[in-house]
Structure formats: C-alpha cells, structure tokens
C-alpha cells in the first residue's frame, strides 16, 4: 500500500470517543468524597480518558516520548540562531538523557523513541531509529520543502511509530521534535492552514535578534507566496513549506488517534502539528491532551481552534517534548483520583447537603 492509500485508509479508522464511558466517568465523580467539580481539570481529564479507553479506572504504566528529528532548509536564509549541527547533537544528547526533556523523561521513568525522518549532518547514534526521508528539506524560499510523496511518507512514518508504540502497549504518548528552523516552517504552516498574517504570529523560536525576527516574516511571507500552497490541503502544506519533523508529528496524532491512544502535545511545533491532524479529521481532537502554554505567538491561535485547555503555564518554550512528562504527571494524578479516592459513603460523609446543588447543576 502506497503513502497516500496508508494515510487514507488511517482516516477512515479514527473514530470518535465512546461517550457512554464519559457519562460514567462523570456520575462515579459526583460520588467521591468531595465538593463538586473541586478537583477540576484532573475531572476532566479522568473523564476524557474514560472515553478513550472505554474503562472508568486506568493506569498511564508505560509512557512513550517520540521524538521527531529533521533539519529545514530554511535554515540557510538566516532564520535561527542556532547552526544546523545542532539537530544532529542534540538528538544524540536525548538518548543520553542530557537535554531537558530527556532528563526530565529520565527522572519520571518515560520512555524516549528519538527518530531521524531528515537530519542533515552525520552522526554515530545506533539508539537513534533510522526513519530518514532524506538529508533535510529544501529552501522554502525558493521552492517547496519537499514533494508531496515525501510529505506523505513522512505522515506514513508518524502513523507507523504510533502503530509501533500500540503493539508496545503504551498507554500514553506525548509528541516532541528536534530541528533547527522548525518554528520558521511551523509558523508558515499554521499561517496558511488559518489565514493569519505570519506577521501577527511569528515568534522568536530559539531566542533571535530584533533585525533577525523581521527577516523571518519576510521570508515566511515570500515562502507561502512562492509556494502558493492550498489551504484546505494539508499534505499540499506540509510538502509546500513544513518540514519533515511537522509531517511525522501529523502522522503521529493520526496514528495515536486510531489506536485509541490518549497522546499530549507539546509545545508550538506540536501543536500545530496537531492542528494539521484535526484538520485532516476531526475526531483526533478527542485524544489530545495539551500540556503547557507556549511563549509562541501562533500557540494561542491552534490551541483554540482546537478547543483545549494547556494544563500548565511555566514561561516554557524548549519544544523537544519537554512539557511531556510533566503532563504525564498530572495524567497520572487524575487516574489516583479516579482510582483511590474514596466516595462519600466509604468516608462514612452523609452527602445529603449537597442535594440542591446537584438539583441545580
């Protein structure tokens, strides 16, 4: 089966969430020893789970980091501050737990899966899996990042790691990337899939000059009109300016989404990576859990449109898939809720006084 077929076939197996568990979920917390609705967030959260996993009490055991890591063309037109070479050496450094995601994912036991879909520079890493579209995009200033068919390999490859972490039976991912030049890509993505200026949402990705922000706007804006890319086309996008980690990322929420596996985006690159999956289908939407608020400018514009909540805001803007295993905690807190706390009657609490707010919920 071709890319475009795996892609298409991997659509039509995203359903949406069994809602009967949720409606459960939602009576069994109304009985815990508390007053309604305190617990907040991790409520939801338990409920949401509910409706993926079909069951009222769950346990987030094995968690899976995957990482995508490619370079981006765009790189060679002055957009970061930081050299190509660091891709390489930084997706190393991950499987050595030295970057802050992976120290973290190391600290909470998650595990990391660093995948290479378009590192340019050479490297010595046989814990890096080798899933290599090709040595880096091209230039989306002068032409597009890649053809459609590498676009759709790359969303092919995401759907089969997620296909791989099912057969693992991991019962929570979380969607990180490592490339220079990915917030440039990213913000021309997010730029046409919504019609936004990249003036209004370009950001300073990993931290760039005054004179260097102003000439990312140029060439984002120069790039969607060289490119022409076709907004309600989301492969067309991705192959006219995203970039290799963007479209494995997709194919990574398409993939958990099909599996039924609840999956938490990161930080700006991922969350329009996931905005790029809802908008392929909506009910991906349904297995999304949004850690942390970027410091992104475009962060604000894809989290609403997909309707969620971040969890956390810490002033973080790494990417890496460093807002992962915090998330993964706090997952974790609300499946103890669901799980250990005790309900009214086994606290011995006569519950009576809270009849007229339950009337008029």
Known sequence: MDAKDFIQKTLSEISPVNQEPVKEAEKYQSNLAMPPGSMGELLKIGQKLAGITGKLHN??????????????????????????SVTASQAVNMTKHLTG????????????????????????????????IRKGTDSILHGRA???????QAVKTGIE?????????VNVAGVGEMGIGNTTTSTAVLSVLTQTSPEKITGRGGCITDKMLAHKKEVIEKAIKKNKPDSSDVIDVLSCVGGFDLAAMCGVFLGCAKNRIPVVIDGYISVVAALCAFRLNKNVRDYLFASHVSEEKGYKI??????????LNLGM????????????E???????IMNDMASFEKARINDSYLEELRTQK
């Open 59 to 84: 346990s987030l055991v094995k968690k899976r980091i995957i990482v995508l890591c490619a370079d981006n063309g765009v790189v060679q037109e002055g957009v970061s501050s930081a050299p190509q």
């Open 101 to 132: 995601m992976s120290c973290l994912a190391a600290h909470f036991n998650n595990e990391i899966q660093v995948v290479d879909v378009g590192i340019k520079c050479d490297y010595d890493c046989p814990e890096i899996l080798n899933r290599k």
């Open 146 to 152: 890649m053809s459609l068919e590498e676009a759709e």
């Open 161 to 169: 790691l997620a296909d791989m972490a099912a057969e693992d039976k």
């Open 302 to 311: 894809a989290i609403e449109e997909l309707s969620l909540v971040p969890y």
């Open 317 to 328: 803007r790494l990417g890496e898939g460093s807002g992962c295993p915090l998330a993964f």
């Open 330 to 336: 706090i997952m974790d807190s609300s499946c103890v």
